[in-house]
């Protein structure tokens, strides 16, 4: 694939989209998952501008988008098991809140 086809209008993006982007309704466990494809596509945008950020307003924006999404969640919980090694929580798959169980409870 050549830069140009990334950047003429009219190239089939669709086809490089990653499957967080693709499989709207579904987590990657095959879950229903509710979030939106503009919400993915911010998500998207958010890890790909924290990795590969080349400057400080790339590294800034990254920033910036990452407290507007956290603060802005529409969690999708997944729930793990405690173990020996830690306790059973739930975290959201987007902005990886955790919620303790033990916590949860005391709260009831």
Not at 18 to 33: A, H, Q, T, V
Not at 82 to 90: C, L, N, P, Q
């Amino acid at each position: 694939m050549t830069t140009s086809e990334y950047v003429h209008p009219g190239a089939d993006y669709r086809s490089r989209l990653p499957l967080s982007i693709r499989d709207e309704g579904l987590d990657s466990n095959g879950d229903p998952d509710p979030t939106t494809t503009d919400r993915r596509w911010l998500w998207r945008l958010e890890m790909f501008l924290a990795v590969n950020g080349t400057n400080e307003h790339h590294r800034q924006m990254a920033s910036d988008l990452q407290f507007y999404l956290g603060e802005t969640c529409e969690h999708h919980w997944k729930a793990y098991e405690g173990d020996a090694e830690i306790a059973a929580h739930r975290q959201c798959s987007w902005c990886n809140d955790v919620v303790w169980a033990a916590n949860e409870e005391a709260t009831r």
